[in-house]
């Protein structure tokens, strides 16, 4: 592990980033350069996959040579859930020790480090050029997670072309829920041929991480993978998950 790293960062915005990796994996590569600090990583099963960037205007200071290191993040959540509100958190990468010292107000620790050669490979992002794309509020995907929460372990996520409209659709045993939002409910709709089903454990993961008053954008086709993002941290970082969809059976 060569290069270095310092860098001073409220804890609301470094809490975020990491709840949002949290949510698919235990560990992760952060890639460090001197634009921008950087994850991607993909879950165990390879089902759903996340990517990163907080830009450099993030922090309050930040300096690095590009590289990379392996956190466990809970590890690395449980310090920094331990400043107050939005305090100030320094980091700095000591190389040599293979450690991460960490202060904020008076306290201070280090973070023993692993081999980045030892976690999963970081994915590559497939091309995928989606035919439909829907903005909603977060509370609004949140609302209809809930609902298909309540009768499914799976859920639909279709886009009704001649209505104009998205629906968050699930179909258990005996009940069924849809959540319907027609343009005027949604900030943006790009109408298009899309109809997938997935895995409502790991949407409820994501849904986890997404504030309730980001504009989300979902991308989305016929059983193809699903797209979500959205920007935090004052549009200074980004957010890219992906979940690849279950085949549905006719």
Known sequence: MQGMFKAIVSAVVLQDALDAVSVLVDECKIRLTEDDFAIRAVDPANVGMVD??????????????????????????????MAKGDQLIELELDAETRK?????????????????????QEPDIPDLDLPAEIILEGAQFDRGIKAADMVSDHVQLLVDDGAEAFHIHA??????VDFELSVEDLIALTAGAADSLFSLDYLKDMNKAVPRDAELTIELGEEFPVKLSYAFADADGSVTYMLAPRIQSN
Do not use: C
């Open 100 to 120: 991460l010292n960490i202060r904020m107000d008076g306290l201070s620790s280090t973070l023993a480090l692993i081999d980045p050669d030892s976690i999963r």
């Open 171 to 176: 179909e258990g045993d005996a009940d069924d």
């Open 52 to 81: 990163l960037a907080l830009a450099t205007s993030a922090f309050e200071s930040y300096s690095a040579e590009e590289t990379v290191i392996g956190v466990n993040l809970a590890k690395l959540q449980d310090f920094v859930g």
